[in-house]
């Protein structure tokens, strides 16, 4: 198994997730920490899927997929909003997601401590 960091690009830096990936192939197992449980979506050749960009964890590298606001023309208002960003796939290929989005789960993790 071959483990190796790939530049992801600027509009992923600029997505709020970071500009890096981990590129993993070859033979072997890879082992994956994530919030939450983790859900796969397998796509169809043509079929298109929207995601939160917190959410996702790993995808096939084939696969085509653009980062965009989620609130189109409204860039501060998604920044205000929490909303961010989202990719859009397109199949044919595997995403795989976490079910929590690791900065709602730390400001629920802030709510829960300071209320006790």
């Known amino acids: 198994m071959t483990v190796e960091a790939k530049w992801g690009g ?48 790993a995808y096939d590298l084939a696969m085509r997929f653009t980062i965009r606001r989620a609130v189109s023309g409204r860039s501060f ?15 044919p290929g595997r995403v795989l997601l976490q079910t929590r989005n690791p900065g709602a789960f730390s400001a629920w993790i802030g709510r829960v401590t300071s209320s006790s």
């Open 10 to 57: 600027f509009a992923n830096l600029f997505g709020g997730e970071g500009g890096f990936g981990l590129r993993a192939h070859g033979q072997g197992e890879v082992v994956l920490g994530v919030f939450g449980a983790i859900d796969v979506i397998d796509l169809a050749p043509g079929e298109p899927v929207t995601i939160d960009t917190g959410h996702v964890v």
């Open 77 to 91: 208002q998604s920044l205000t909003s929490g909303e961010g960003f989202v990719f859009d796939f397109t199949g």
